[in-house]
């Protein structure tokens, strides 16, 4: 049953506001068609209803709207998403439609965007591990499947050129299906063909992807993480895939949140955001997991650019507090041209302790990143000594500590373009702890510097 | 049961659908706090949160959308009440009490709309038995038989404002609402009852009279226990940025402290880590008993994806399981995590509400609500005949934006509680665990020694001030230290350098995966103390006849007793006695070299 009305009483962009017919039972969250007086078909969707009002929010925006002349037809069904798993290697936009000129997907089955919250006893704790072949995510601060973890960015730091690598090169080590989802919101055109070229470089068939633009509408960036993450689900749970959703940038879809919040006439809470904002957030995030039984897993890698470069801004902030860690990237090491730029001393991933190790990457892991951890901490603290009291007053052991930090920062952190995968990765690591007298290392165990040592070892020889 | 729900509900109709706020018109008879079933065809649940001209603003703990207008809501005419009985423990609820298992066999992996599950088991069988006899006077609070659930004890109580004769009793096997027993009331009307008992979740249950807590809860965590100890019945805010290992602590409460039964409340957090919590528990033992953790412990699930209005429930659905715990005598401990997250909710419903906000967009009424949750914690006497007591405690986390500690939920809550246990990002990233600040943090709590003194080991005060004196002077050097140099300072002030590195390494640290140092009961908690407090006085005494400060860094006993957290277990008393005679040998060597 569709009720079609003419009365539009409000528009502000991107909402309309009109009074329904007394004996209408309008649903809560469904879908709406406008059709315009030039003919021209849009989508909108219920966002509270009254007896007085409906409010709806048009995806395309609602400029171009009139009162008496445009058509709104309300669908009797809630936003749904055609989903099939022959949407690999294929670009669609923020409501799931393709883009890249390609034939129209033929769903198999059609899913609500919404979906419903993961019943937390059925959630199977993360423990295997992805490899994005990025030495100073593998080794310190391994992506753990099933796990959220953001990119803290700022502006004018490869972020991008990170996401490219990390989409391109990611890998689950087993020969289970994995498939990558890019999820592009509020992209710039630029930035938006940057990765489309990046990702065909490869000729990957293993990435899909969903491009919302900055010039496209608002609403659609509030859709679109939705909408990639329930064809996630799809193919995570119901396909048996490992699935790695990177959505990129989280600051975007917040910015199109309080846009939206505040033609809405909501109550802001810090910074002009709602104060639903973390609620909204989870609803994104907490979409990320495994579940017991079942083969596949949705790993989540959020970018959000902080505005101002400020880790307690309400976007950064809000998603600290439910992802399970993060990675920061650092301004001082891209002014140094290292690249990936990203700082180990403040990332963190939370869930690695228990997927590492012999089993899912080698025994000697967790001992490893500790170490590294502990010798460039250490070592950053006698560079602040060097530069007050100079190099001359500084110990041989101090010295070896000055060594190790710049080849790491130099061939360990900055890698470029190359992968790495676990193994090399690892036997880099060895070679740069090395520099060091085996006392030094106290937080390796005594077996592990037996079998992995480097005697005498060549400086020049570690990249 | 005490609340019979009558079988013709009042109808009204959806008159307005906003988020999780419904409006419903045509109630005949309603009241504020009145459950309902919002649609007779999705059937979610609702509240009645207030009336404005005879129109029921209700908040709904399921999502809305597909939700129609003008659709039918059924009130029953009784308020959200959480179930109580035997059968509570190790289960997993939702916020609204839920069986969590018990729907995902039903819905399978993800939670289905409109499910309605008991929250106790009705088939399970329990044995009834009874503690009185026909003709017997009972009032409110006695107990008329126990059942044993799992290893603990359950009394089965009269319910508040029921007093009278004992009219028949049965006994033996029998499931929860089958006939227990009735009770010939003043009016000499009949009441029945069964093992099953109902309770509104926003009034606190009633109790005999409250006494000042005076009894220590154990953490087995050492800086709580000799620095910040909260007593049983009393109230903690865990405050932390993210990554300062709230849920850590809370998790190690869970597992170590001295309680009966533990309510832990996930509330708006992290799915994974409640899957960790969900995975690990069922295999973990109680120190004291070696019975599963699992066995004491109930369990609320609303992880942050879940309805923000169930979250809101949530913690009075746990203290309110917990106040049931503390009528039978129990000590219970509730931990919230996080208490931000519940705010949260009270403030997006609130938005939605579209009432006047104050600070950081919360509702006036937030410090109304925090208290409400915080005092139904406290040591009481529990209705009832006999000197009976029972205690909840509350440790709630509270998550800061920013980890800025002067935002609204945060000050709020410090008007509330009496110790506070300040996280702290800096000792987190230096992997510090557990992180807390011991500057920032305090214990009102300082009426506990007696039973220190008198049931574990003398000198508990006297440490906590001596440590907490060395802490405080060493925050102070420090920042002269770094300009002079250590080694330019006087020698009694290294000294208090080197005493609050040699603690907080070497006592304050626990590491939560080392067998011997995850749990320190009260014995070794002061042995240590003792120990570390011998070495500095010691210290102090030699350092007046000259001995150099680099004399006592090399010490053997000071590599001991670095190091004897990890390597000793609590039960092993006698090794920490040992180290202290060592400690007395080599000190007395050292004394005579530089006497002589």
């Known amino acids: ?463 | 049961m005490k609340y019979k729900s009558s079988t013709h509900p009042v109808l009204g109709k959806i008159i307005a659908i906003n988020g999780s706020v419904i409006k419903v018109e045509g109630f005949r008879d309603q009241s504020v706090g009145d459950m309902v079933n919002v649609s007779t065809k999705l059937n979610l649940i609702g509240e009645i949160i207030k009336i404005v001209n005879k129109i029921a603003v209700i908040q709904c703990y399921e999502d809305t959308s597909g939700l129609k207008l003008n659709a039918t809501v059924e009130n029953y005419r009784y308020p959200l009440s959480m179930e109580l009985g035997p059968g509570m423990l190790t289960m997993i609820y939702d916020g609204i009490q839920r069986p969590l298992e018990k729907i995902a066999e039903i819905s399978g992996d993800f939670i289905a709309r409109g499910l309605r599950v008991p929250a106790i088991d009705r088939r399970k069988i329990w044995e009834f038995h009874p503690a009185v006899n026909p003709g017997d006077y009972v009032s409110e609070g006695d107990i008329v038989g126990t059942v044993q659930e799992l290893s603990l004890t359950h009394n089965i109580m009269v319910p508040p404002g029921i007093s009278g004769k004992i009219v028949s009793i049965n006994s033996g096997d029998m499931r929860v609402e089958d006939f227990a027993y009735s009770i010939e009331k003043r009016d000499k009307t009949i009441e029945k009852f069964s093992l099953l008992t109902r309770w509104p979740i926003r009034k606190a249950r009633p109790y005999k009279k409250r006494f000042i807590p005076s009894k220590p809860l154990i953490t087995g965590a050492r800086v709580f226990d000799l620095l910040f100890p909260v007593a049983q019945g009393g109230v903690v805010a865990v405050p932390g940025g993210f990554g300062t290992g709230k849920t850590v602590v809370q998790h190690s409460l869970a597992k170590f402290a001295d309680a009966d039964v533990i309510v832990y409340i996930g509330c708006g957090e992290r799915g994974n880590e409640m899957a960790d919590l969900l995975n690990s528990f069922p295999s973990l033992e109680d120190p004291k008993n070696h019975r599963p953790l699992m066995d004491r412990t109930i369990m609320i699930a609303n992880t942050s994806n879940m309805p923000v209005s169930a979250r809101e429930a949530s913690i009075f659905a746990g203290i309110t399981m917990a106040e049931y715990w503390r009528d039978m005598g129990k000590n219970v401990l509730l931990l919230a995590d996080s208490t931000s997250r519940w705010a949260e909710a009270l403030r997006e419903l609130s938005g939605r509400l579209e009432e006047m906000p104050t600070e950081g967009g919360y509702p006036a009424y937030l410090a109304t609500r925090l208290s409400n949750f915080y005092e139904r914690a406290g040591f009481v006497q529990v209705l009832g005949k006999g000197n009976r007591f029972g205690s909840i405690t509350i440790v709630g986390s509270v998550s800061p934006p920013g980890g800025d500690f002067s935002e609204p939920v945060t000050t709020n809550t410090k008007r509330f509680v009496k110790a506070f246990w300040a996280l702290d990002a800096r000792l987190a990233y230096a992997r510090h665990y557990p992180a807390v600040n011991w500057t920032d943090s305090y214990s009102l709590y300082d009426n506990l020694e007696e039973y220190w003194e008198e049931n574990i080991e003398k000198g508990w005060q006297d440490a906590r001030k001596t440590v907490n004196s060395i802490l405080s002077k060493a925050d102070q050097l420090e920042s002269v230290a770094k300009l002079i140099g250590t080694e330019n300072l006087p020698p009694d002030q290294q000294l208090t350098l080197l005493m609050a590195t040699v603690i907080k390494d070497g006592y304050l640290i626990q590491n939560s995966f080392n067998q011997n140092d995850m749990y320190s009961s009260p014995l070794k908690t002061m042995r240590l103390a003792l120990l570390f407090l011998k070495f500095y006085h010691k210290c102090e005494k030699l350092i007046k006849i000259g001995v150099p400060i680099f004399r006592f860094k090399e010490m053997k006993c000071l590599n001991a007793l670095r190091r004897a957290r990890l390597d000793f277990h609590s039960n092993e008393v006698e090794k920490m006695t040992q180290l202290g005679n060592e400690m007395d040998d080599e000190f007395s060597n050292l004394e005579k070299q530089y006497r002589s």
Not at chain 1, 65 to 80: H, N, P, S
Not at chain 1, 155 to 171: C, S, Y
Not at chain 1, 449 to 458: H, T
């Open chain 1, 1 to 463: 049953m569709s009720i079609s009305y003419a009365n539009i009483s409000s528009i502000m962009d991107p909402l309309v506001y009109m009074k329904p017919l007394p004996n209408h039972n309008i649903k809560n969250g469904s879908v709406v068609k406008i059709k315009t007086k030039d003919g021209e078909i849009r989508t909108g969707q219920v966002l509270t209803v009254s007896k007085d009002v409906v409010v709806i929010q048009v995806v395309e925006g609602s400029f171009g709207l009139t009162l008496g002349t445009t058509q709104v037809t309300f669908l009797d069904e809630v936003f749904k998403v055609g989903v099939s798993r022959e949407m690999m290697g294929r670009r669609f936009n923020g409501i799931g439609e393709p883009i890249d000129g390609g034939e129209p997907i033929l769903p198999e089955v059609l899913l609500d965007i919404n979906g419903e919250p993961m019943n937390p006893v059925t959630r199977d704790y993360p423990r295997d591990v992805i490899q994005t072949g990025i030495s100073s995510f593998d080794t310190l601060n391994t992506l753990v499947r099933g796990q959220k973890l953001p990119i803290f960015s700022g502006q004018g730091l490869p972020h991008n050129r990170l996401v490219a690598q990390i989409v391109n090169n990611a890998k689950v080590r087993t020969n289970e299906p994995f498939v990558t989802i890019f999820c592009g919101i509020g992209l710039l055109a630029e930035q938006a063909l940057y990765f489309q070229q990046k990702f065909e470089e490869r000729g990957s068939t293993k990435v899909i992807s969903f491009i919302n633009l900055a010039s496209d509408p608002t609403i659609e960036r509030l859709l679109i993480p939705k909408v990639a993450l329930t064809t996630a689900e799809f193919l995570a749970f119901q396909h048996d895939m490992h699935v790695l959703v990177v959505l990129s940038d989280i600051t975007n879809y917040a910015e199109a949140l309080r846009e939206i919040s505040n033609v809405k006439g909501e109550i802001p809470a810090r910074k002009g955001f709602p104060g639903y904002m973390y609620s909204d957030f989870a609803s994104i995030y907490e979409r990320a997991g495994r579940i017991k039984g079942k083969k596949g897993s949705i790993t989540q890698i959020p970018v959000i650019s902080m505005p101002n470069d400020d880790i307690t801004h309400p976007i950064p902030d809000l998603t600290g507090y439910i992802t399970e860690g993060q990675i920061v990237l650092s301004r001082d090491y891209h002014q140094q041209g290292l690249f990936p730029p990203i700082y180990p001393l403040s990332s963190l991933s939370r869930l690695m302790k228990d997927a590492i190790g012999k089993e899912n990457t080698r025994e000697d892991h967790a001992d490893l990143s500790s170490q590294l951890y502990a010798c460039y901490s250490k070592a950053l603290e006698i560079r602040e000594l060097e530069s007050i009291i100079g190099t001359e007053s500084l110990s041989e052991i101090d010295k070896q500590y000055l060594t190790f930090a710049n080849l790491f920062e130099q061939n360990f952190i900055n890698q470029g373009d190359s992968e790495r995968p676990f193994e090399k990765t690892f036997n880099l690591a060895w070679k740069l702890l090395s520099i060091m007298d085996r006392s030094e290392l106290i937080r390796v165990k005594r077996e592990f510097i037996e079998k992995y040592y480097v005697e005498n070892v060549d400086i020049n020889s570690i990249y």
